[in-house]
């Protein structure tokens, strides 16, 4: 087959196993479902493998491109359903394809004693359908297209357990915080539209986005460059998908979700769609320093913001939600700060040694019958030996530790943003490597190193389990050594640039120190001391700094009574009471009225008719003019009268 | 067309109407409908005396079957209210609607 025409399987495959699997799953084994779906996946993933060693034999600037077919051509707009495999998306499908596979497998074991497992995995095919078409489309509507997709399963599948009215809730706070962001979104997409064909490009393909930023520069719109408008709309859009600063808040109560879920797609690759959407249009933000100030002061916000709740959280999961927060902070730092593939390379290690992290600790709750407390768990490090040491190489690697992934990724990261100069987004990133070390020691320590305060029997995990964790605890390790082969791929050219061994050597430093804080802090004693006499602190910063609380005063309570005042008015008055019901009864009140005339008597009927019959005359002869009618009458009274004569 | 005919035609028209109109049993207002129609067909028989007009005497059989028809259907209406109320007086059929339901 084809270069071209294969893209378009990657895409297909797991389109293909959704609808297998949601059709007819009525008819399926159960487990040949998992293994549909879990092939169907593996298929894309070898697809990708193909195309990815056809890709790296070409120049690094071609890529192959698949048309499927023409979405729509209407005057001034003309799309294709098309797929474009090109050095990013190539990382990226492989990445989703490949976490994707994994974490597949593992669900099997996961979700093994749940009733809806078909539904499940038809759900998580469908996600994968939809990350793929996100990650290779061609022009920015079809990215749309996988972007809500993405969303939709996304809602899906927090709700999964929607017996729970708990998880429903956050369900809709994911959808509903995500609409707010794609609302900006197509905004910025009809202003490129906009700009683009009113030049007489008619494509919103991403090569006419990006080979046009000089149409974008010398525009502006309502006083402000349409360069920079586009790049913080979109931006905006990206903080709803990528959860950073003010529409983060969906992304903990995801947590509510199904732990493969929150592995997947709110750690791995969903949540990392606005990070690539940004590496994709990087010529258009790279070309408006507004935007990018923009979003390295708002991703390092958020980075340091989030890495501070997660220190004092309890529930293991949302812990690792505030860490992706934070580390989705730093990938945003990094493809706006200096060399946009550091942003990228902290993706991919992110998406191995969070999805490892995730995967862990599901095992972890699932071995514990659903046990999510940190402070409930402990000494987990001999009852769950396999678990903590592949918790461990995600720990360690999150934290920065020498020589595993997480510490490449992120040292390139905050390297380049020294190196751009920008010293004080430097200085926080460093403080939020060090704080993103002492919070993950904390958890790791408390849950799995230290006594138990309970008797604890946790049950082995599976192998089906186990060895998607061995695979992605190796590719957490080795993965961050492949760096320099990654940015080359990616056709960047990195120059080497000399740093002060002080700047070098800073993050590994307070990396460790802050797993030494980790440790130390979280000793028995030195805990209690500091919970008592910082307990105001600890209860602000346990309460996620009242957040939600101000979203819930300033947005949701005014909306919820503007929503029931004009419900109250407008809904049930006028619409209900008067136009609905009001017609309703003004017909029964008038067939009440008219029913009186129906009274059975068949002369009576007779009777109407006759003054129907002369309503009808009348109403034709009024038609004629008046002295006409009146000449009419005349005339043939005048004509009957000598007929008349005649005879007498 | 013949005058005079037209005048035998209101005059029978107007005065089986009065029939239709004033009488309460139901066999005489049935009797005043088909006279009404043969009126009727009186003013449309005297048409044919307009010149090349071959039309009305096909008008005038298509309404005797048509007042055949419906006299039958009548007729056995009238029946069956007779033989169940045992009477023809339109006044005391006013209920038939709840009866026959």
């Known amino acids: 087959m084809t270069s071209s025409s294969l893209v378009r399987w990657i895409v297909f495959a797991p389109l293909a196993g959704f609808i297998i699997n949601f059709l007819f799953s009525r008819f399926i084994k159960k487990y040949l479902v998992s293994i549909i779906a879990s092939l169907a996946v593996l298929l894309s993933f070898v697809f990708s493998c193909i195309l990815f060693f056809r890709l790296k034999a070409m120049p690094s600037d071609t890529a192959i491109s698949d048309v499927v077919f023409n979405w729509m051509n209407i005057t001034n707009l003309n799309i294709n359903i098309a797929f474009v495999f090109d050095r990013l998306s190539a990382i990226m499908s492989l990445v989703v394809s490949g976490v994707s596979f994994l974490i597949h497998i593992y669900s099997i074991g996961y979700m093994d004693d749940d009733s809806d497992f078909k539904r499940f995995f038809s759900y998580l095919n469908l996600f994968v359908f939809f990350m793929l078409v996100l990650v290779l489309a061609n022009n920015i509507l079809l990215l749309f297209v996988g972007w809500e997709g993405v969303g939709l399963c996304s809602y899906l599948l927090i709700g999964f357990w929607y017996e729970n009215i708990n998880n429903s809730k956050a369900g809709k706070k994911a959808f509903i915080t995500n609409r707010v962001g794609d609302a900006f979104f197509i905004a910025g997409m009809v202003v490129i539209y906009y700009i683009l064909s009113s030049n007489g490009f008619y494509n919103l393909d991403f090569n006419t986005i990006n080979s046009n930023v000089s149409l974008f520069y010398n525009t502006s719109i309502f006083g402000v460059s349409s360069l920079t408008l586009i790049a913080i709309l979109l931006f905006i859009g990206a903080t709803g998908k990528s959860a950073q600063f003010p529409l983060y808040v969906w992304l903990p109560d995801a947590m509510a979700g199904p732990t493969p879920v929150s592995a997947l797609i709110h750690a791995a690759t969903m949540v990392t769609a606005g990070v690539y959407l940004v590496a994709r249009l990087i010529p258009v933000y790279s070309a408006s320093v507004t935007a990018l100030n923009f979003i390295l002061y708002i991703s390092a916000f958020t980075a340091i913001f989030s890495a501070i709740i997660a220190i004092t959280q309890r529930d293991i999961k949302k812990i690792l939600a505030y860490s992706t927060i934070s580390q989705l902070g730093y990938m945003f730092m990094g493809v706006a700060g200096g060399i946009y593939i550091g942003g990228i390379f902290h993706l991919v290690t992110h998406a191995f040694f969070k999805a490892l992290m995730f995967l862990s600790a599901g095992a972890v709750i699932h071995a514990l019958s659903n046990e999510q407390d940190i402070f409930n768990m402990g000494s987990l490090s001999k009852k769950l030996k396999n678990i903590f040491i592949v918790m461990g190489v995600g720990w360690l690697s999150i934290s920065g530790f020498p020589f595993l992934s997480g510490y490449f990724s992120k040292d390139f990261i905050i390297e380049n943003l020294y190196l751009s100069g920008h010293k004080g987004i430097w200085l926080v990133a460093v403080v939020t490597a060090f704080l993103t070390a002492f919070y993950m020691t904390r958890m790791f320590n408390i849950a799995f190193i230290k006594e138990s305060k309970k008797e604890l029997h946790p049950h082995r995990p599976t192998s089906v389990m186990t060895i998607p964790l061995y695979i992605l605890a190796i590719l957490a390790i080795i993965s961050g050594f492949f760096i320099n082969g990654f940015i080359s791929f990616a056709g960047v050219n990195r120059t080497e640039e000399f740093l002060p061994l002080t700047v070098k050597y800073t993050p590994v430093v307070l990396s460790l120190l802050g797993i030494i804080c980790g440790f130390v802090l979280t000793a028995d004693r030195i805990s209690d001391f500091l919970s008592t006499s910082l307990s105001w602190l600890h209860k602000i910063v346990y309460d996620k700094f009242y957040v939600d609380e101000i979203y819930d005063f300033l947005i949701i309570r005014p909306l919820g009574w503007i929503s029931k005042t004009t419900f109250n008015i407008i809904d049930r008055v006028i619409i209900d009471r008067t136009l609905v019901e009001g017609t309703a009864r003004a017909f029964y009140q008038g067939g009440r009225v008219s029913a009186i005339s129906q009274n059975g008597n068949a002369q009576i009927y007779a009777v109407y008719m006759l003054f129907g019959t002369a309503i009808i005359l009348l109403v034709y002869l009024s038609s004629v003019p008046l002295l006409n009618l009146i000449y009419w009458i005349y005339s043939n009274i005048v004509f009957a009268f000598t007929e008349i004569m005649k005879y007498i | ?101």
């Open chain 2, 1 to 101: 067309m013949k005058f005079e005919f037209m005048i035998f035609s209101f005059i029978l028209f107007f005065m089986s109407m009065v029939v239709f109109f004033k009488t309460t049993n139901i066999i005489i207002m049935l009797m005043g409908i088909e006279l009404m129609v043969n009126a009727l067909n009186i003013a449309i028989a005297n048409l044919v005396w307009i010149k090349y007009s071959f039309f009305p005497p096909v008008w005038v059989m298509i309404i005797f079957a048509i007042t055949a028809a419906e006299a039958a259907i009548g007729l056995a209406l009238i029946i069956v209210i007779a033989k169940r109320m045992k009477t023809l007086d339109v006044k005391k059929l006013s209920n038939i609607k709840e009866i026959f339901k």
